[in-house]
C-alpha cells in the first residue's frame, strides 16, 4: 500500500514508518520542515495540517495519523491551541488527502478516570483534560466521516508508550521512564514522586505499538469504524518503575516525595478485542525491555 504518516519525525511516527517499510509498504512521511530524521525508506513529504492547501493530495491507500498536542498539563495553559492542532488539523487532513483508510492514533484519556478497571473499549469517554477532550474530538470527526463511506477508520486508543527503536529516545521528559532515566544519567537531580509512589500504570513499547498500527491499517476496509485499546494490560507502580531503572542501569535515582495529591490508584487497558480481531499480542512490553531499550538509546543520543 502507499501510506501517508503524518507526524513521521515524531516519537511514535517514527516507529509507526519504520514498521510499515519493514512490512513492504510504500510510506510517505509529512514532516514541517526539511531535514527531519526519518526511517530508511520513508519518503519525507512537506505539510502542515493548518495550512490544507500545502497537504499532499493522495491518493493514498491508507493514512496513520499520528500528529498532535499531547501534553496533558500543557493542554491546561492551552486548550485553543490543542484543539486547534488536534481538531482542526485532522479535519485538515481529512478533507484534503484521499485515503482508502485511515488509523488514529488516539488516546486511553478519553476515558478519564473509570472506576472499572481494565478499561475495556465499551466504558464510557470522560475526558478530564482539554488534550483528552480534544482527541475525542477528533476520533468522532475520524469515526463520523468513515459512516459516509469515504474511508475506513480504525482509532487506536493508547495508554503508556516508552521504550526506543533504532536509538531515538523518548524526548518528553515529563513522562515517568524517560524522566527517571534522565535522573539516573546524571541529567535531572531528582525524580519527583506523588506521595509513596503507588499509583499502578501499565506501560507498551514504541515498537509494539507501531505494530499494531501495521496490523490495524492492513485490516479495516472503505466504511469500516472500529476502536481498540492497544497496552500491555500489566501494571507497574511508580515506585517499582524507579526499582527497574535502578537496576537496569546500576545507579541510583534519587526521588523526592510530593504530599499526595488525588490520582487514580489504577489505569490499565482491556486490550482483547485487538488480539480477538487483529491477533495483535505485545512482544516486547515487559517493563525490563522497554527499560533496556529507552536507556541504550539515551546513552547513545548522551555518548
Known amino acids: 500500500m502507499r501510506v501517508l504518516v503524518t507526524g513521521a519525525a515524531g516519537y511514535v511516527g517514527y516507529a509507526v ?14 514532516v514541517r520542515q526539511t531535514g527531519a530524521v526519518l526511517p530508511k525508506g520513508v519518503r519525507p513529504v512537506l505539510g502542515d495540517l493548518l495550512d490544507p492547501g500545502g497537504l499532499p493530495r493522495g491518493p493514498y491507500d491508507g493514512v496513520c495519523h499520528l500528529a498532535a498536542l499531547t501534553r496533558v498539563r500543557e493542554s491546561f495553559a492551552d486548550p485553543l491551541g490543542f484543539f486547534t492542532v488536534n481538531v482542526q488539523g485532522t479535519v485538515n487532513l481529512l478533507r484534503a488527502v484521499e485515503a482508502a483508510r485511515v488509523v488514529y492514533g488516539s488516546t486511553a484519556a478519553v476515558y478519564g478516570t473509570p472506576e472499572r478497571q481494565p478499561i475495556p473499549e465499551t466504558e464510557g469517554t470522560a475526558p478530564t483534560s482539554p488534550y483528552g477532550a480534544s482527541k475525542l474530538a477528533a ?36 513522562r515517568l521512564i524517560p524522566k527517571a532515566l534522565a535522573v539516573a544519567a546524571g541529567r535531572a537531580p531528582r525524580l519527583e514522586v506523588n506521595g509513596d509512589g503507588g499509583a499502578v500504570r501499565e506501560y507498551l513499547h514504541v515498537d509494539d505499538l507501531a505494530a499494531a498500527h501495521v496490523r490495524a491499517l492492513e485490516a479495516v476496509r472503505p466504511g469500516e469504524e472500529r476502536v481498540y485499546n492497544v497496552g500491555s494490560g500489566t501494571g507497574a507502580a511508580v515506585r517499582d518503575v524507579v526499582a527497574a531503572v535502578e537496576e537496569a542501569t546500576g545507579r541510583a535515582v534519587p526521588t523526592l516525595r510530593r ?22 499480542r505485545p512482544a516486547r512490553s515487559s517493563l525490563p525491555e522497554i527499560i533496556a531499550s529507552a536507556w541504550d538509546a539515551l546513552t547513545r543520543a548522551d555518548g
Do not use: M, Y
Not at 513492504?24 to 512521511?29: N, P
Open 17 to 30: 514508518g519504520r514498521r510499515l517499510v519493514a512490512a513492504g509498504h510504500e510510506v510517505d512521511g509529512l
Open 139 to 174: 476520533e468522532q470527526a475520524v469515526r463520523f466521516h468513515a459512516r459516509t463511506g469515504a474511508t475506513g477508520a480504525a482509532v487506536l486508543r493508547t495508554f503508556n508508550v516508552a521504550g526506543s527503536v533504532d536509538g531515538r529516545p523518548d524526548p518528553d521528559e515529563t
Open 259 to 280: 504530599p499526595p495529591q488525588p490520582e487514580p490508584p489504577l489505569l490499565l487497558c482491556e486490550a482483547a478485542a485487538i488480539r480477538a480481531d487483529l491477533g495483535w
